[in-house]
């Protein structure tokens, strides 16, 4: 069966610091990627997906990056974390079923 | 482009009562449509899905019917337990070329049930 793993759970940076999240798929081949983010009070905003290997959309303009690495792993990055990038961030992967399985999330605190 | 409105919470409601969240929906093609749901700390887990008109979809007693002539997508349950309180998303899905599907999701409701 297929999983989908995200880490670390919570996060807590100072602003300006750099940023990392992972995400690896087990179980399937050539999944499509998302990372979205989930701000307090506020709905899922797509940020990223990845179709392939090297292959990256981004549908928001903002101070995050992503890269596909590997077939099953989806990083999400920053180079100096701001305020607003607080947030509860979560991994997601779909294929031909068109629906999403997600990670359990994690938790950003920017301060 | 594609939308999805459902009705803003949060919405409180005393154990065994009825729960309805509406949701609408705008696509461009015929799309799949969702219910997701989010336990508190937790990601989301997919609860219904129904992926072509006048479908049904159900799970754990909640229910949703694709209605395209109303572009709707209202979940239901007949009678809610304390376990149900979390927040529901009402998401569809559509093909956006490459092979690529992208959902596109509701705010989200948060639902409490009270003893």
């Known amino acids: 069966s297929q999983t989908i793993h995200q880490w670390p759970a919570t996060l807590v940076q100072p602003v300006g610091s750099p940023l990392s999240l992972e995400c690896t798929v087990e179980?399937?081949?050539?999944?499509?990627l998302y990372w979205y983010r989930q701000a307090a009070g506020r709905g899922l905003q797509l940020l990223f997906y990845?179709?392939?290997?090297?292959?990256i959309s981004s549908e928001v303009p903002q101070n995050l990056s992503a890269s596909r690495p590997q077939d099953r792993q989806f990083i999400l990055s920053s180079k100096k974390l701001l305020l607003s990038d607080s947030g509860f961030y979560l991994c997601?992967?779909?294929?031909?079923?068109?629906?999403?399985?997600f990670g359990q999330g994690t938790r950003l605190t920017v301060v | 482009g594609n939308s999805v409105t459902q009705m803003e919470g949060p919405v409180t409601l005393s154990e065994e009562a009825f729960l309805t969240i509406n949701c609408t929906y705008t696509?461009?093609?015929?799309?799949?449509l969702f219910w997701y749901v989010q336990y508190p700390g937790e990601g989301l887990q997919l609860l219904l899905k129904?992926?072509?008109?006048?479908d049904k979809g159900s799970n754990k007693g909640f229910e949703a019917t694709y209605r395209k002539e109303t572009t709707s997508f209202h979940l239901e349950k007949g009678s809610v337990q304390v376990s149900d309180s979390a927040v529901y998303f009402c998401?569809?899905?559509?093909?956006?070329?490459?092979?690529?599907?992208?959902?596109?999701f509701g705010k989200g409701t948060k639902l409490s049930v009270i003893p």
């Open positions: 997601a992967w779909s294929q031909d079923l068109r629906e999403a399985f």
């Open positions: 179980g399937t081949s050539n999944p499509n």
């Open positions: 990845s179709v392939g290997i090297g292959q």
């Open positions: 696509a461009t093609g015929y799309p799949s």
């Open positions: 129904a992926t072509k008109a006048d």
């Open positions: 998401a569809l899905s559509e093909g956006s070329g490459a092979g690529s599907y992208q959902l596109t």
